[in-house]
């Protein structure tokens, strides 16, 4: 039963048959075997089925959602056994927002030394992607925005506040200020993240109610491609300061605090709540605790 229910829960993910079975390892005769004979053991149908993926059934939205439940507690029950024969080890998928990918070292880093059995999968995703693939069982847990939409039944460490800092060089428009103001930054031309990621929303928010309308010269969902772009004296951005701490400040490069309002937004550590939780998950959240101690604070 565990393994349809796996196919099942591939099946949400991929929205697509053939998708779904290769990521599952098997051939999509198989696939749609498995999920067949689930719909015979409930006795109706699950998946809407034409020459493609049409979406679950009310009734297989329900047995999804139980799936994702059961799926998630025998795979915690599987590592909490195999966390007392050999010790604390297997693999942790994490995903984070572009702001946060580069905390991600302060947080694999100790941990591993903690537990050096443990081998990591860090990805770059949306804060709505990341909420996605949790439910789905594709992630253990996410590095992303804890106040800004909601998170739904999640369990959550906060890390550290968002500050928000205009990088530019010393000889640009606003380069010699001690701080700026988001009606001042709204003025000159930007590159940012792309629509789609939520501190290019926030940052929107923040200009529009500066009175003014964001301008950009470049958009990518990469915050290396931006801070690389700055790096060459011709382009400004907008980002948050303990991020343009870690990439590491130039001569090149100013971060300019950004006030008149002052602006901040909690990131930190996201996961599936399960009761018992799972042994890698819970060391995780340990270790996201520990460090939300030792995070320094970004002066305004």
């Not at 081998?119 to 949306?126: P, Q």
């Not at 996201?288 to 995070?295: T, V």
């Amino acid at each position: 039963m565990i393994d349809k229910l796996e196919f099942l829960i591939a099946l949400a993910g991929e929205r697509h048959f053939g998708r779904a079975a290769e990521i599952s390892n098997v051939s999509q005769p198989t696939l749609s075997a498995a999920i067949k004979q689930l719909e015979d053991s409930f006795g109706t149908l699950l998946v809407n089925r034409g020459s493609r993926f049409q979406g679950f059934t009310p009734e297989g939205e329900r047995v999804l959602a139980w799936a994702r439940r059961i799926v998630g507690d025998a795979r915690a029950m599987r590592e909490d056994i195999e966390t007392v024969k050999h010790g604390l080890s297997g693999h942790v998928r994490l995903a984070a927002i572009p702001t946060a990918l580069a905390m991600t070292a302060a947080l694999t880093t100790p941990f591993r030394a903690r537990h050096p059995g443990v081998k990591f999968t860090i990805l770059s995703r949306t804060s709505i992607d990341i909420l996605r693939m949790l439910e789905n069982l594709e992630i253990d847990a996410g590095l992303t925005y804890l106040d800004n939409e909601p998170l739904g039944k999640l369990d959550r460490e906060p890390l550290y506040l968002e500050q928000y800092r205009l990088l530019t060089s010393p000889d640009s428009e606003l380069g010699d200020r001690e701080t700026v103001t988001w009606a001042e930054v709204g003025k000159i031309p930007l590159c940012l993240l792309t629509p789609d990621m939520q501190n290019r929303r926030i940052i929107d928010q923040m200009l529009f109610k500066a009175g003014v309308t964001v301008s950009t010269t470049l958009e990518s969902n990469s915050m290396i491609v931006l801070y690389a772009h700055v790096r060459s004296g011709r382009w400004a951005t907008i980002m948050p300061a303990l991020l343009a701490e870690t990439l590491g400040l130039t001569d090149r490069v100013r971060a300019i605090p950004i006030v008149e309002p002052e602006n901040t937004h909690s990131i930190g550590l996201v996961t599936v709540h399960r009761d018992p939780m799972s042994p890698l998950t819970g060391a995780l959240l340990d270790m996201a605790r520990h460090l939300a101690n030792k995070l320094p604070t970004p002066s305004i």
